[in-house]
């Protein structure tokens, strides 16, 4: 059988269906979905995403060929349900073309609106419509945007505004019309024949006349879409593969500007920033769909409560509100109660939000879109929680829903609320996306990159956002428009992100030539500081400071699901009672790495430890360690009792001695002078500590085994802060880990050292506190002699940074220099430092638990690299049987969610 391409769909019938998505694409599969559920959609075909991979592989032309009989078919299907003909001036049909990956990326590529005009087919369209103002206004638009897309008509330098804006500007001009819908039927046709000159002159190109034509010039440059710079940025920030490809979706048109009993608009079935079960939503009299996301007019609210709250945050009164910017639910009821009733049943099909596009022509509504849709971390878990709460899901469909990733948005810090009260509110825009944000202000999208590049916090400031400036607006901390609405685009991709926003700030002005910023008529400078609260609208003058967000209500509901479904614990990595604190108000049941290097850095305690290092004897180091002690049991003291009635796993000192050494000059002389010694010794010593390969030298218990000194003083440190909070009635529970073992003996002899240490250490204090002994796996060879060191470790925590290290022979410290390489070549699909290889490092880990196990059967089994935070190897980990994961405090709730997500699964 024939291979099929395209599959059709109208009048209540299709070819596809929702879960067709990976062929169809998201677009594609929900126009045929809407059909079957009877929600009105205009008829069209959609040409599948293998197609998309073909064109990349064969080409245009074959791939045209393959399609041809196919989609001449299917334009006839289109031509018989519209009654209407492709081309045909005495009755033409027109069509949108539209791009629809299988997972959404809104604005990404590329769609072209009123394509099968030409010359005398506008004529036609205005006789049969008996409006020429409308033809020609469609007109003008298609060549526009068939001029940008397809034959790439784009502004020459970035500071230049679009180059058909330019020649509407010139026009209105010279006419001396202020508004674009001010202009007449020959202004239009003006209009119309200035784009194709200049179209012409600037890209050597011929407008095609041929409606046949300009159709595959649509379907080609859609497809060659999916490989636009910023769709594979934006790939490459949500991880969708490039092998998924984009669908081509062709429909009738549909006209929202062909006067006052037409408009289009987008919304949304519940708020997409807070989550709330609120109907949202834009629309504009009289216009077309790219109106409304583009920000070039004001777009009105659907609803009229949403109306009121528009025109508060916007500081309009109510006589300009009803008159000028009325919600749908005024100016068109019955519309109104029909969308109700669409978006009701819509969400009640997929049980989930939806984001809808519609058009109303001439009273009648159809909808051209609709998509589960994109929402902030907030919203994510509020909609699952409530939807969960209305029994449209079950828990465990809840807690799939939500992306662990996303929670990390509901973790950054929020304003200080003294500090909000003290602040300056320069204006207000819409509250686009919720959060806190500030920093210095920058103008352009390769400025944001660049700045923060360069460690500065950045606000991006633009008079609205296209595509182009996804990699700035992904570098800002926020990003403030003068124009646009809730649905344009810097909001829709702002929530995407997780990105504070605040849009449409009407009274600011921005001249992108000198670089500055216009509010309230106070001029801001590229690089002068403000603060967003993108919940509110606000904008304030300078930085105002944050606070740390808190887990409460709905996201605190969902961590009880997780706790609920999890059999992998999370424990945290930390070092200061600070940061185990956090991570307990995150959930974490304990530590899994207390790396104790960290605490040697402050003052007295570098000055012992060097002192300790550069100990010529075992008598000078033992000197040096009695004034370390210590301080160690202090700090071992504060983590402990933080933890109180948790296990605390404490890793023996594990990094090179030289980074506890100045490799300066003058930090030799400073130590000198400190230790009254000449600087001669002091560089003599720290060269003898020098290393070709540190990271495979004197380090981990290598150390230790060198100088059991150090092993034994912080055996004393760790036990003897626990047996005083013994007496002082808590139960503390440490565990002693010893790092970088790779052969059994190396941890038989640490563990002796331990063991005795704590003997003596119990005689002398009368009391005794339980403790285990394990040990970091984190070379290869202690992998695979596992079943070995489990006969003296009692638990494993895989290191599997060092581990990822060892495997792949990449030093940690200079992968930067070939990653970026191997990920633009594919030889690598991500960095096995965030993300766990699952093959080969994956294979000895579970090598390395199965025997272990055998040695000992009920072994505990952790992580404490990295990846202990990271979603995709959290789920590995659950899947060779860990016992837990650990990781810094900030992921412990991503950890907990993709843990109870792995149980599920
Ligand atoms: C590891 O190697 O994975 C680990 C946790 O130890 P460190 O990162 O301190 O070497
Ligand atoms: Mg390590």
Redesign the pocket.
């Known amino acids: 059988m024939k291979e099929k391409r395209v599959y059709t769909f109208g009048n209540g019938k299709a070819e596809g269906r929702a879960d067709m998505r990976n062929l169809l694409g998201g677009k594609g599969a929900n126009l045929a979905e809407m059909n079957l559920i009877g929600v009105p959609v205009p008829p069209g075909f959609t040409i599948t995403t293998d197609v998309c991979n073909e064109f990349f592989e064969k080409g245009k032309e074959v791939v045209i060929g393959l399609l041809k009989d196919e989609v001449e078919n299917s334009v006839k299907h289109i031509e018989e349900l519209m009654n209407s003909k492709f081309g045909d001036p005495d009755n033409p049909l027109l069509v949108s073309v539209r791009s629809g990956a299988r997972a959404s990326m809104p604005g990404m590529m590329d769609t072209i609106l009123n394509l099968g005009l030409n010359d005398t087919v506008v004529v036609g369209l205005a006789r049969k419509t008996g409006n020429e103002r409308f033809a020609y206004d469609s007109y003008r638009r298609f060549v526009q945007m068939y001029g940008d897309v397809v034959l790439g008509m784009k502004p020459v330098n970035k500071e230049d505004i679009d180059p058909f804006e330019a020649i509407i500007q010139d026009v209105k001009k010279q006419r001396g019309i202020k508004l674009d819908n001010e202009m007449n039927v020959d202004e239009l046709k003006l209009l119309v024949s200035r784009f194709k000159e200049a179209i012409k002159k600037q890209t050597g190109k011929d407008f095609p006349n041929n409606p046949m034509e300009q159709l595959w010039g649509a379907v080609c440059a859609v497809f060659d879409s999916w490989m636009n710079e910023r769709a594979i940025l934006y790939r490459k920030m949500e991880g969708i593969p490039q092998e998924w490809g984009t669908a081509v979706s062709v429909m009738a048109m549909v006209f929202g500007n062909m006067g006052n009993s037409s408009a289009t608009g987008v919304c949304f079935s519940r708020d997409a920033a807070t989550g709330e079960n609120r109907f949202n939503g834009e629309y504009l009299v009289n216009a077309q769909g790219e109106d409304v996301v583009a920000g070039i007019r004001t777009p009105q609210q659907i609803t009229k409560e949403g109306s009121l709250n528009w025109a508060k945050q916007q500081s309009i009164d109510e006589e300009k509100r009803r008159t000028k910017y009325p919600s749908m639910e005024e100016t068109m009821p019955e519309i109104f109660a029909q969308l109700t009733a669409v978006k009701d049943k819509l969400e009640k099909h997929y049980h989930d939000m939806q984001d809808m596009e519609f058009t109303v022509q001439e009273g009648k509504l159809w909808f051209l879109q609709t998509r589960n849709g994109k929402r902030t971390g907030t919203a994510m878990v509020k909609i699952a929680m409530d939807l969960m709460h209305e029994g449209e899901i079950d828990e465990k469909t809840a807690l799939m829903r939500c992306e662990p990733s996303k929670l990390d948005e509901l973790l950054h810090p929020v304003f200080d609320k003294e500090a909000l009260a003290q602040a300056r509110v320069l204006t207000r825009g819409l509250p686009a996306s919720p959060g806190a944000a500030c920093g210095q202000i920058v103008f352009f999208a390769d400025d944001a990159a660049k700045w923060k590049a360069d460690g500065k916090e950045v606000i991006m400031v633009r008079i609205e956002t296209s595509p182009e400036d996804l990699a700035g607006m992904s570098a800002a901390a926020g990003i403030l428009t003068a124009r646009g609405g809730m649905t344009s685009h810097a909001a829709v991709v702002a929530r995407g992100m997780g990105k504070c926003c605040v849009s449409g700030a009407g009274a600011i002005m921005i001249d992108y030539k000198s670089r500055i910023v216009e509010i309230d008529g106070k001029v801001l400078h590229e690089g002068d500081y403000i603060s967003l609260n993108g919940s509110t609208g606000e904008v304030y003058y300078g930085e105002v400071k944050t606070k740390p967000a808190e887990v409460t209500g709905d996201f605190a509901e969902l961590m009880k699901l997780c706790k609920k479904y999890t059999k992998l614990v999370v424990r945290t990595n930390a070092d200061t009672p600070h940061d185990a604190e956090v991570a307990r108000s995150f959930g974490a049941v304990g530590i899994g ?1 207390c ?1 104790t290097e960290h605490m040697f850095f402050e003052n007295e305690k570098i000055k012992a430890m060097r002192e300790m290092i550069l100990a010529d004897t075992p008598e000078e180091r033992e000197k040096a360690l009695e004034k370390l002690l210590p301080y160690q049991k202090q700090d071992f003291y504060g983590i402990l009792k933080c933890m109180d009635g948790m296990p605390v796993n404490i890793r023996l000192l ?1 990094p090179p001695l030289h980074e506890f050494v100045p490799h300066d000059r003058k930090g030799q002389e400073t130590m000198a002078q400190e230790m009254g010694v000449s600087v001669q010794f002091i560089q003599a010593r720290v060269n003898s500590l020098s290393e070709h390969n540190p990271m495979l030298g004197l380090r981990g218990c290598r150390l230790g085994n060198t100088f059991p000194e150090i092993t034994a003083m912080q055996t004393r440190a760790i036990l003897s802060a626990a047996i005083q909070l013994k007496k002082e009635g808590f139960n503390p529970m440490p565990e002693i880990m010893v ?1 970088l073992v790779g052969i059994v003996n190396e941890l038989d002899e640490q563990e002796s050292i331990i063991r005795k240490t704590a003997d003596k250490l119990f005689k002398e204090e009368g009391v005794e506190v339980s403790f285990k002994i394990g040990t ?1 796996i ?1 070379i290869p060879r202690a992998a695979l002699t596992a079943d070995l060191i489990a006969k003296k470790a009692e638990y494993f925590s ?6 990822t290290q060892m495997t792949f022979g990449y030093s940690r410290d200079d992968i930067a220099s070939f990653l970026p390489s191997y990920l633009e070549k594919k030889i690598l699909d991500v960095d096995p430092f965030q993300v766990l290889d699952q093959h080969g490092v994956g294979q000895l880990i579970s090598m390395a638990v199965e025997k272990g196990r055998h040695t000992r059967k009920n072994l505990k089994c952790g992580i ?3 990846h202990g935070g990271e979603p995709s190897s959290v789920k590995f980990c659950h899947r060779v049987g860990l016992n837990y994961v650990s990781c810094s405090p900030f992921r412990v709730p991503i950890a907990r969610l993709a843990a109870a997500q792995a149980a599920i699964e």
Do not use: I
């Not at 895989?798 to 581990?803: E, I, M, V």
């Open positions: 790495l790396r594990d790092p970091m984190e895989f290191g599997t940074n060092d581990l404490c690299g990295e």
